[in-house]
């Protein structure tokens, strides 16, 4: 467990939370060990045990105030920058309507869906490592001529100085994000991008409707659960808008006239949600919606991977011929 607090400061240096792959399995065994009946302590060592470190210590950590008495996500509060936002809600919820397996579950399924999704995501999408992969292997090319050990100190060298860019603009990245403004700004710019900006539209609607889905299942007030939810979007500017939907719902306005007011909401998601609210079923018809905008950025990023790995090819045997018949090219070779 001492792995525990090194892991907490690197995972939030890089702006990450407890990932989904371990929180997923997680809430499934801590869903069937509460409803067995074996005591919310003893639930929670034994479902973190060998699944992350940082988990493991936290557990441990707040078993003894669960000993004493304390509520589950009342411990979890002073770790809550470490869970996704829509975790203690969802918890409170459970645990006051004495239905805390319940919630787990639903937590469980939650984050095993998007983790789903991102593996089948990640296959496709134009990743850092794939950047750094490409251009190494680019620079090899270039070297064709000099012996075995040559190229292989470029590919190393090319590789690492590419790693460290990548690290350094991450850690830029975590500090300026910290200016809400120049945040929404980028964030904004971001989804105008063509073709981009439709991909992680629906990834940040499908983000939030999954979170707000879960939240909703579970009994978390509509203006409560849109308003964290909304910081599930992952964009400062889709959450700036999604927050007037939070004032509107909090001044009596249903969910549905809420969310017209929010410009990125895609139009056939309103009608879906009129039809769930008019018969008791929006849950439902929320998780089915979700379903439609993940596997619609899918396939839009499979189309974007497709084009960038043609344009590649492309590139690539450009490159070749070029290298083939003696071209010279001292702008790339110098």
């Known amino acids: 467990m001492s792995q525990g607090p090194p892991l907490t400061a690197l995972r939030s240096a890089w702006g990450v939370t407890i990932p989904e792959r371990t929180l997923g399995p997680f809430f499934a065994n801590l869903s069937r060990l509460i409803g067995s009946g074996t005591s919310i302590p003893a639930s929670l060592i034994a479902s973190s045990k060998a699944l992350d470190p940082e988990l493991d210590s936290i557990c441990a950590s707040i078993e003894p105030r669960l000993r004493a008495g304390v509520a589950l996500h009342e411990a979890l509060v002073p770790y809550r920058l470490r869970f996704p936002e829509l975790v203690i809600p969802v918890l ?4 006051v309507s004495g239905t805390l397996d319940t919630a787990c579950d639903r937590l469980a399924k939650t984050f095993q869906a998007i983790d789903g999704y991102r593996v089948r995501y990640r296959d496709v999408a134009i990743e850092p490592i794939k950047v750094i992969a490409g251009v190494t292997l680019f620079k090899v090319v270039f070297s ?17 100085e590419l790693a460290l860019v990548y690290i350094l603009l991450r850690l830029a990245y975590r500090n300026l994000w910290r200016w809400p403004a120049l945040h929404r700004l980028v964030d904004k710019i971001h989804l105008a991008i063509p073709h981009v900006g439709a ?5 940040a609607t499908a983000r939030w409707a999954r979170s707000f889905a879960t ?16 910081r599930s979007t992952l964009n400062a500017y889709y959450e700036q808008l999604l927050q007037k939907a939070v004032v509107l719902t909090r001044q009596g ?50 189309q974007e991977s497709m084009s960038a790995m043609l344009i590649g090819y492309l590139l690539a045997g450009l490159l070749a011929v070029m290298i083939a018949f003696g071209a010279s090219m001292p702008w790339l070779t110098g």
């Open 144 to 160: 064709l001529g000099a012996s075995p050990v040559e190229m292989l100190k470029i590919a190393a060298t090319t590789a690492a």
């Open 253 to 302: 306005s249903s969910l549905t006239e809420s969310l017209e007011h929010v410009e990125l909401t895609p139009l056939h998601l309103l009608p879906l949600l009129k039809v769930g609210e008019d018969t008791a079923r929006f849950g439902e018809a929320l998780d089915r919606y979700v379903d439609v905008l993940e596997d619609e950025a899918l396939v839009k990023a499979q």
């Open 199 to 203: 991909i992680e539209r629906n990834l």
């Open 215 to 230: 939240m909703w299942h579970a009994g978390v007030p509509i203006s409560r659960a849109l308003d964290v939810s909304s």
């Open 92 to 95: 409170e919820v459970g645990e």
